[in-house]
């Protein structure tokens, strides 16, 4: 199985940098890293997030088979309701 690595970041925090560069004309053409430089791995996450909120550790082990044929009857009942799918296969890709 392949670790899956990500990094977290604030939607205010992208809002107000984004903010920022729109209205300062010195930012044009620049890039700019918002995200903590800090990686980790989704089980990383919840253990820091369980360490942080001081919860405790509930976690019930699912089969990622579970995961995926949540994502087909998600995107099925998209297919027929006409709506976007809020679960799909490509999303269970990348979190699994």
Not at 7 to 25: F, R
Not at 72 to 87: D, E, N
């Amino acid at each position: 199985m392949t670790k899956r690595f990500l990094q977290l970041i604030y939607v205010k925090d992208v809002a107000n940098a984004v903010t920022s560069c729109l209205e300062n004309k010195k930012t044009d053409n620049n890039t700019y890293y918002l995200a903590n430089s800090a990686v980790c791995t989704w089980s990383e996450n919840r253990q820091n997030y369980i360490l942080f909120c001081r919860r405790k550790d509930n976690s019930l082990p699912v089969a990622d088979f579970v995961f995926k044929f949540a994502a087909m009857a998600a995107g099925s009942l998209s297919y027929i309701t006409k709506k976007p799918a809020v679960l799909n296969r490509q999303k269970i890709v990348e979190m699994l």
